[in-house]
């Protein structure tokens, strides 16, 4: 995220790499390091290059991901923040789709929880870094927990989230947000 409004040739850019969001603010979304631009939601690429000019300026790592669920597949993924927080959506579908992914979320590093049909839970950290001088952002991505609930002791204020996330793997046809702070 930077601030301000910059041009694309501003900072050494394609113009498919920048768009503006959030008011005055720039969001940059850097093609990852290795691999295609576009990718699956659950199994994002946790090494990016940090392009053009960027480096040389102030600016913060942002994460996008998706709350999102899957009839065919009995998956859904809803998102949480590091101590089970609900987060806001920066966006949300006006019409939403059945099974698909539902509402964007940026975080400085947050939770996800993907839940099986079959009653399955994953909990994921992930927490972005810069390296080498601010030229690469390194996402860690932790699994913190796997396996159908009860949650163990530590893990419980993620209670909240698995069962939203349970719901919405179970629900046919879901256009929904199921754990998100609206309003």
Aim: charged share 30%.
């Amino acid at each position: 995220m930077l601030k301000g409004r910059r041009e694309p040739e501003e900072l050494g850019l394609p113009d498919t790499m920048v768009c503006n969001v959030r008011g005055e603010d720039t969001l940059l979304a850097p093609f990852p390091s290795r691999g295609p631009r576009y990718y699956p939601c659950q199994e994002p690429p946790l090494e990016y290059a940090v392009p053009g000019k960027v480096p040389e300026l102030d600016f913060e790592v942002l994460l996008s991901d998706w709350e999102s669920g899957c009839l065919e597949e009995g998956r859904a993924a809803i998102l949480c923040g590091w101590e089970g927080e609900r987060l806001r959506p920066e966006y949300v579908r006006r019409k939403p789709l059945p099974c698909q992914e539902n509402g964007l979320f940026h975080t400085g590093g947050h939770v996800r929880v993907t839940a099986f049909s079959s009653g399955r839970i994953l909990l994921e950290g992930f927490r972005p870094s810069l390296l080498e001088g601010r030229r690469k952002i390194m996402v860690r991505r932790e699994v913190l927990w796997e396996g159908t609930p009860a949650l163990p002791g530590g893990l419980q204020k993620f209670g909240e989230a698995a069962k939203a996330a349970l719901e919405k793997a179970r629900c046919p046809g879901c256009r929904e947000l199921h754990y998100a702070s609206i309003g």
